[in-house]
């Protein structure tokens, strides 16, 4: 079974930055990262591929987040700049083999407990 860990979520002002990080307990194809703010669907945020070859980003982080991978420490972050109030939400760190439909919540096994990030204006 792969667990997931994230962290780095607080309390941020708007236009600040905030970097959350995933330990993987062991290597796995796809790393992403979804939010749920409060009482809203999640959402995909960002993916990765094993190499780093193929990234997606949701539209409205796109320039503002970006995520990396160490795939020698089963890590991932996301490196979050020029916050918004609209960025508050339970960031989630997810895993899967395979990279198709990486937008779709329901295509990954692995799933971390969620990290809490605020956005103050």
């Known amino acids: 079974q792969v667990q997931l860990v994230e962290s780095g979520g607080a309390l941020v002002q708007a236009g600040g930055s905030l970097r959350l990080s995933c330990t993987i307990s062991?290597?796995?194809?796809?790393i992403a990262w979804f939010r749920q703010a409060p009482g809203k669907e999640r959402e995909f945020v960002s993916a990765?591929?094993?190499?780093?070859?193929?990234?997606n980003y949701e539209d409205s982080v796109k320039g503002r987040f970006t995520m990396s991978r160490d795939n020698l420490e089963n890590t991932a972050d996301l490196q979050m700049n020029d916050l918004k109030a609209e960025d508050t939400a339970v960031y989630y760190c997810a895993a899967r083999e395979g990279i198709y439909q990486l937008m779709n919540q329901w295509q990954y096994d692995y799933w971390g407990q969620g990290t809490l990030v605020t956005v103050s204006s």
């Open positions: 990765m591929n094993w190499s780093g070859s193929v990234i």
């Open positions: 062991q290597s796995i194809g796809t």
